[in-house]
């Protein structure tokens, strides 16, 4: 009779997280950045229907890279959360640091768990408060952790090159058309230092804007206004100087709360 082979929990859990670490780096990266008006979520994305980026509830927008299957299925599950708990209690109750933390016991549990393989997914959460001081934004890596970021952050692909420079370049009180090139800058970067272009049509871009009337401040940012924002000198250009066909919002959802309507869509998000 063979013996069974022995593997210490230290090394299945270091071979479990290796395993998610080397898919999350087969995705494109993705930036997440403050600005003087609210978060921009940029990424690389050829694809117009499906989205790195989504809203969740009327201040809280999602980012995602790595598996797409496996972070859509936590997308939605952050919906329902965040319906459900905004029409039990009041709208005010759904925060991203609530969102972050069902998201790492979720992740966590699955992480721990000799039953499945671990999800090769890695999240931001990210909530808009009303000034810069309020805004909010929570990284969750594959394991369940949650990381508070300031600033700005950086996942999936060749993140930890594109978080330094990013680190060395933002700073507070930026435009958002400064955000965006910055971010666009350092998406451009290839590992081995050399710069490539990335074109208007190949990225997505959103908004958690903090000056919008509406109760929901996502918002992405397309067609020519994303071009005036790339080909702006930096001074001043915000969602609003867009007419309304250049600018998209999720459709309406699930009636949520008492003091309000529509709850966010069920869009989804792409590797």
């Known amino acids: 009779m063979s013996t069974p082979f ?13 395993y998610a670490r080397k ?9 997440v950045l403050q600005y003087a008006d609210g978060i921009v979520f940029v990424g690389e994305n050829p694809s117009r229907a499906l989205h790195k980026f989504s809203e969740i509830y009327d201040r809280i927008g999602f980012a995602a890279a790595g598996k797409y299957n496996e972070y859509e299925n936590l997308r939605i599950g952050g919906v329902r ?36 393989k671990p999800y090769e997914v890695e999240l931001v959460v990210a909530e ?13 890596p594959h394991d369940g952790s949650i990381v ?4 700005s952050v950086a996942v999936g692909g060749s993140s930890e090159q594109i978080g330094t420079f990013l680190d060395q370049r933002h700073r507070d009180g930026m435009s958002l058309a400064e955000a965006l090139k910055l971010a666009v800058q350092a998406l451009s970067r290839d590992p ?19 000056t919008r009337p509406q109760k929901r401040k996502f918002k992405r940012i397309v067609g020519r ?36 309507t529509g709850g966010p869509s069920t869009e989804s998000s792409e590797e």
């Open 128 to 140: 808009v408060g009303d000034g810069p001081d309020g805004d909010q934004i929570y990284r969750l």
């Open 81 to 116: 959360y965040a319906d459900l708990r905004g029409y039990t209690y009041d709208r005010d109750d759904v925060t991203a640091r609530g969102l972050a933390n069902v998201y790492a016991q979720t992740l966590g549990t699955i992480f721990s768990s000799a039953a499945e």
């Open 6 to 18: 022995y593997v210490s929990p230290q090394q299945a859990m270091a071979d479990r997280a290796e």
């Open 148 to 151: 508070d970021e300031h600033g």
């Open 192 to 210: 081995n230092g050399s710069e490539r272009e990335i074109p208007a049509e190949r990225l997505e871009v959103a908004v958690l804007d903090r």
């Open 23 to 31: 898919g999350i780096a087969r995705g494109r990266s993705l930036v």
């Open 225 to 260: 206004q994303l071009t005036r924002l790339l080909d702006a000198d930096g001074a001043g250009a915000t969602p609003t100087d867009a007419p309304s066909d250049t600018e998209e919002t999720e459709g309406p959802g699930t009636a949520t709360g008492s003091s309000g």
